[in-house]
């Protein structure tokens, strides 16, 4: 089967700027995990979408950080405006349900300057 | 909240050596514990996983059992080899209300030495 898809895989953007990232899942994969991996770090997890709804948003900057999952398929993830501490991989990955286990994209990896 | 406490690194083994890395866990509600791997270059990939105390997870010659009373998962092999260099993560997932994303520790970096 098809991998976790997403674009792009590296993103270069001065501090500031907007910058969106997009995840297709594993095909009828319904919950959508989007984490944060700064340089030397373990993940942590930003949000969580059980189909189109979230689940867990706990941990995401809600003041500059936004996502979306239209149709309970692709999302996207956007910061606004982007800090230099913003620097870090942004890693994709889906799960059929609880306790199926989950599925990691290659990640994009976003260099604030 | 939750959280996973690993053995900093790096760590530099010769080839054919036994390995430990050393996880321990603290989490709000009963857990399932896993190790991931990530090779140079790619992305994660789940090497073994528990879901109950005293659970063996297993996969390539690497093992961690589930202590509840330690509140531990270890990660072991017998003989490493220049190949299993990565960097490896312990995580913990504790479902609640839908909710089962993942709690990482920082990693360790696996370095082995032909």
């Known amino acids: 089967e098809a991998g976790v898809a997403q674009s792009p895989r590296y993103k270069i953007i001065e501090k500031r700027q907007s910058v969106a990232f997009w995840c297709n899942p594993i095909s009828g994969h319904a919950t959508l995990y989007w984490y944060q991996q700064i340089l030397g770090q373990g993940p942590k997890l930003l949000i969580q979408?059980?189909?189109?709804?979230?689940?867990?948003d706990s941990q995401l900057p809600k003041d500059r950080f936004s996502a979306e999952r239209l149709k309970g398929v692709d999302s996207t993830l956007k910061i606004q405006p982007a800090k230099l501490e913003d620097s870090a991989v942004y890693l994709c990955?889906?799960?059929f349900g609880v306790g199926y286990g989950y599925t990691f994209g290659s990640g994009t990896r976003l260099t604030v300057v | 909240g939750d959280s996973v406490t690993q053995m900093e690194g790096p760590v530099t083994l010769s080839e054919e050596a036994f390995l430990t890395i050393n996880c321990t866990y603290t989490?709000?509600?009963?857990?399932?514990l896993f190790w991931y791997v990530q090779y140079p270059g790619e992305g994660l990939q789940l090497l073994l996983k528990a879901t109950k105390a005293d659970d063996k997870g297993s996969n390539k010659g690497f093992e961690a059992t589930y202590r509840k009373e330690t509140t531990s998962f270890h990660l072991e092999k017998g003989s490493v080899q220049v190949s299993d260099s990565a960097v490896y993560f312990c995580?913990?997932?504790?479902?609640?209300?839908?909710?089962?994303?993942?709690?990482f520790g920082k990693g360790t970096h696996l370095i082995i030495q032909p």
């Open positions: 979408f059980q189909n189109n709804g979230v689940v867990d």
């Open positions: 989490a709000t509600g009963y857990p399932s």
């Open positions: 990955a889906s799960s």
């Open positions: 995580a913990l997932s504790v479902t609640g209300g839908g909710a089962d994303g993942l709690t």
